[in-house]
C-alpha cells in the first residue's frame, strides 16, 4: 500500500484526485499508476484502469489470473467492473468511498448474481493517510474555488 499511497501523492501532485493502484503478482510488481483523467483527458484513465491496463501488457493477456490489487480509494463500479472481468484475485484498498465506491458502498458489484468474477476484498490498509490525502486535496480545492469566486485568485 505505500507505493500505492506515493503514487496518490503524485497524482494530488499533478492536480489529480489522489489515487493510486499497484497490481503485484507472485509479490512483484508488475503494474503501477495514478489518476491521469484531466492529464489524459480520459474519463476512464483511473489509476485502477491504467494499472489493469499495464498489467495486461505485461503478462501479454487480459485475464489477471493471481493478481493482486492495492489501492488507496473504493473502486468505483466502472474498475470494480474491471477487475471482476480481468479476474483479479484480491483487492486491497484503503480508503471507503461512500458516494462513489461500487465494492462496500454503492452498487456493491461484486455482489451481484451475474457477476463473472468475485475477487476477495479486504479495506481498511492504510486508511488514514489516504484519506487524509484526499480529504486535504478536496479542501484546498474548494478554497480554491472559493477565493475564485470572491475575485481574490
Wanted: net charge neutral; hydrophobic share 45%; charged share 25%.
Amino acid at each position: 500500500m505505500h507505493r500505492a499511497l506515493q503514487l496518490a501523492q503524485a497524482s494530488a501532485d499533478a492536480g489529480e484526485v489522489p489515487v493510486g493502484a499497484v497490481i503485484v503478482r507472485d509479490g512483484v510488481e508488475i503494474a503501477a499508476a495514478a489518476n491521469a483523467m484531466r492529464a489524459a483527458k480520459d474519463p476512464t484513465a483511473h489509476a485502477e484502469m491504467e494499472a489493469i491496463r499495464q498489467a495486461a501488457r505485461v503478462l501479454g493477456n487480459e485475464r489477471l489470473d493471481g493478481c493482486d490489487l492495492w489501492v488507496t480509494l473504493e473502486p468505483c463500479p466502472m474498475c470494480a467492473g474491471a477487475i471482476s472481468h480481468a479476474r483479479i484475485a484480491r483487492v486491497y484498498y484503503a480508503a471507503p468511498d461512500p458516494k462513489g465506491g461500487g465494492v462496500d458502498h454503492g452498487p456493491r458489484v461484486f455482489a451481484h448474481p451475474t457477476c463473472h468474477h468475485r475477487p476477495e476484498v479486504y479495506s481498511g490498509l492504510g486508511e488514514s493517510p489516504a484519506s487524509a490525502m484526499l480529504k486535504t486535496f478536496f479542501a484546498d480545492r474548494r478554497e480554491k474555488f472559493a477565493r475564485l469566486a470572491r475575485g481574490n485568485a
